[in-house]
């Protein structure tokens, strides 16, 4: 059984190194995008986020003081803003780190 796991693996590696070959080529293409497009994916991350943060807060203040209950309405909405602004940072930065599509695919 182990001899036939690696006959599979041997012929899946000429695939692998072809696919990890593609991969280094298009890399040193990109080269002098990586530290702007890494500068611009930080800034956009932290600005998501902080800004439906800073949303959530001044919403739940004003709803605060126009109708005062028995919970915090700015506590609840921070929090909200923050899961908020994670999850959209999250598809950003996972749209813009998946490969493009290949030939083969």
């Known amino acids: 059984m182990n001899k036939n796991n690696r006959n599979g693996d041997q012929e899946k590696l000429?695939?692998?190194v072809g696919k990890k070959a593609k991969r280094r080529i298009k890399a040193r293409q990109n080269?002098?995008?990586?530290?702007w497009f890494g500068l611009g994916m930080f800034?956009?991350?932290?600005?998501?986020?902080?800004a439906t943060t800073l949303i959530?807060?001044?919403?739940?203040?004003?709803?605060?003081?126009?109708?005062?209950?028995?919970?915090?309405?700015?506590?609840?909405?921070?929090?909200?803003g923050l899961i908020v602004g994670c999850l959209?940072?999250?598809?950003?930065v996972?749209?813009?780190?998946?490969?493009?599509?290949?030939?083969?695919?």
């Open 14 to 16: 000429p695939g692998r």
């Open 31 to 35: 080269k002098d995008k990586s530290v």
């Open 43 to 50: 800034g956009m991350v932290g600005w998501t986020v902080a």
């Open 94 to 105: 996972s749209r813009e780190s998946r490969p493009e599509n290949d030939e083969e695919e």
């Open 56 to 80: 959530g807060v001044a919403l739940g203040m004003w709803i605060d003081r126009t109708w005062p209950g028995p919970y915090s309405w700015t506590l609840t909405l921070l929090f909200i």
């Open 88 to 92: 959209n940072a999250w598809y950003w």
